[in-house]
T-cell receptor, first 111, second 115 residues
Framework: SQKIEQNSEALNIQEGKTATLTCNYTNYSPAYLQWYRQDPGRGPVFLLLIRENEKEKRKERLKVTFDTTLKQSLFHITASQPADSATYLC??????????FGAGTRLFVKA | GAGVSQSPSNKVTEKGKDVELRCDPISGHTALYWYRQSLGQGLEFLIYFQGNSAPDKSGLPSDRFSAERTGGSVSTLTIQRTQQEDSAVYLC?????????????FGSGTRLTVV
């Protein structure tokens, strides 16, 4: 069956360190993969998109990698700040426009 | 408007009642999606509208759920004879036709509680 897996355990890191979040998937052939941030009581906010033929994408302190052989994406936040504390969702887009979301990983950045 | 607007933000209803949830997408966005999110769960796809095409209803969990989009803009999600398992946050999102570069813009959701 098709599955998207993100670490269900919260990730706790110290301010200034790099946070790395993992998204693994099975039985999908995504055309591209998106990462969203979600704060409590709010809808997800789009952060970054990476295509299947791209290995890496960067935006300011964010970096996303996409390994279609491992069926895995890594999401990095460098020089993390307490304001980066939120839940981060990965989402796969296959052919067409239906997007499948993971359950998300909560990130806590301690000052 | 500047963002995706959903109403009401919270809805408490009695089991068996019908509810209507409204979504006002960003002007000019041709694609509109409904998802629901239960506590600790990922977003569950419900339905997708794209322009004048027939909607993709493949995610609707039962025939108690229906949605329409009038005039290519505002959308209403209707749940008939609500059940307790319908309790969740219902999220609406819109995107320009080619969302590949821009992702989706979500509203803040409607928190539905069926008692």
């Amino acid at each position: 069956s098709q599955k998207i897996e993100q670490n269900s355990e919260a990730l706790n890191i110290q301010e200034g360190k790099t946070a790395t979040l993992t998204c693994n998937y099975t039985n999908y052939s995504p055309a591209y993969l998106q990462w969203y941030r979600q704060d409590p009581g709010r809808g997800p906010v789009f952060l970054l998109l990476i295509r299947e033929n791209e290995k890496e994408k960067r935006k300011e302190r964010l970096k996303v990698t996409f390994d279609t052989t491992l069926k895995q994406s890594l999401f990095h936040i460098t020089a993390s700040q307490p304001a980066d504390s939120a839940t981060y969702l990965c989402a796969l887009v296959t052919g067409g426009f239906k997007t499948i979301f993971g359950a998300g990983t909560r990130l806590f950045v301690k000052a | 408007g500047a963002g995706v607007s959903q109403s009401p933000s919270n809805k408490v209803t009695e089991k068996g009642k019908d509810v209507e949830l409204r979504c006002d997408p960003i002007s000019g966005h041709t694609a509109l999606y409904w998802y629901r999110q239960s506590l600790g769960q990922g977003l569950e796809f419900l339905i997708y509208f794209q322009g004048n095409s027939a909607p993709d209803k493949s995610g609707l969990p039962s025939d108690r759920f229906s949605a329409e989009r009038t005039g290519g803009s505002v959308s209403t999600l209707t749940i008939q004879r609500t059940q307790q398992e319908d309790s969740a946050v219902y999220l609406c999102a819109s995107s320009i036709e080619d969302s590949k570069n821009y992702g989706y813009t979500f509203g803040s959701g409607t928190r539905l509680t069926v008692v």
